[in-house]
């Protein structure tokens, strides 16, 4: 019994020490979300910082449309965010899906 509790414990600090090389790579890992239209793309690292954000003047004529289209590239840029970070954080855990909030980020 403590033979295979020794081994959980082994298994455990390695993936403790995969995740934390996950949230390296996430750090440094760059997604661009774009709006339908390719006029607004922003810029983000899979931690949810943002970066840049470019926006064609074609779209500064139409406020309502400049918002709208903005929202839609940050949420582009979100779901790729969080697409990558699952992939690499089940690539860190040996495919275990951990609960959500179990992560410190």
Do not use: W, Y
Request: glycine fraction near 6%.
């Amino acid at each position: 019994m403590f033979k295979n509790l020794g081994n959980i414990m082994q298994q455990a600090k390695q993936m403790k020490e995969n995740i934390a090389e996950a949230e390296v790579e996430l750090n440094k890992t760059i997604v661009i979300g774009k709006s339908t239209s390719d006029m607004v793309k922003v810029t983000m690292n899979c931690k949810g910082e943002f970066h840049d954000i470019t926006i064609d003047p074609v779209a500064l004529d139409d406020k309502d449309m400049l918002q709208d289209l903005i929202l839609i590239a940050l949420k582009d840029a979100r779901s790729q965010a969080n697409e990558k970070t699952t992939e690499v954080m089940k690539k860190a855990t040996g495919g275990i899906d951990l609960p959500p909030g179990i992560l410190p980020f």
